[in-house]
């Protein structure tokens, strides 16, 4: 069984590989130069989508273990469950929302746009209306309205 160290020095490790991939991979957000081809749109999505995951993980993974090291267990706690979190948000897309569409032997010009439309919520995050909260609507916390 392995020392409380050495898991620590594993992690350490595998946290070097991740932020060497996610300073390599990072993807500028340029879904004008796709030149409104769909195809290309999902090509976007995905490189942001992969830049995103490996970034977080890598900013969390060293600030967990930076709290481990000046014994800041709050900290601690914190950068974990955002990990689970995470790591939940990106199981239930893949499972849930990606899945059906990629089950499917061939994806039609429709199945291609709602590709689209989950990429941009997975990327985005959320579905709090952002815009409409800033604009000083607060009775408008989703944007069920935008056909998401």
Avoid: C
């Avoid at 595998?14 to 409104?36: C, D, K, Q, R, Y």
């Avoid at 950068?79 to 849930?96: H, N, V």
């Avoid at 899945?99 to 994806?107: D, M, R, S, W």
């Amino acid at each position: 069984m392995p020392t409380t160290k050495e898991l620590i020095a594993t992690v350490r490790e595998g946290n070097a590989h991740l932020e060497a991939m996610a300073n390599a991979i990072e993807f500028p957000w340029s879904p004008v130069a796709t030149g409104g081809n769909a195809r290309k749109l999902h090509n976007v999505y995905v490189r942001n989508l992969t830049s995103s995951y490996v970034s977080r993980f890598s900013d969390l993974t060293r600030g967990l273990l930076s709290a481990v090291d000046a014994e800041n267990y709050l900290v601690y706690a914190l950068a974990g469950r955002s990990l689970i979190e995470i790591t939940a948000t990106l199981r239930y897309y893949i499972t849930q929302r990606y899945k059906p569409l990629f089950a499917k032997e061939t994806l039609s010009s429709e199945d291609l746009q709602t590709l689209i439309k989950v990429h941009d919520q997975h990327l985005r995050g959320t579905r709090f209306d952002w815009e409409s909260f800033f604009a000083g609507d607060v009775g408008a916390p989703t944007d069920a309205g935008r056909g998401f």
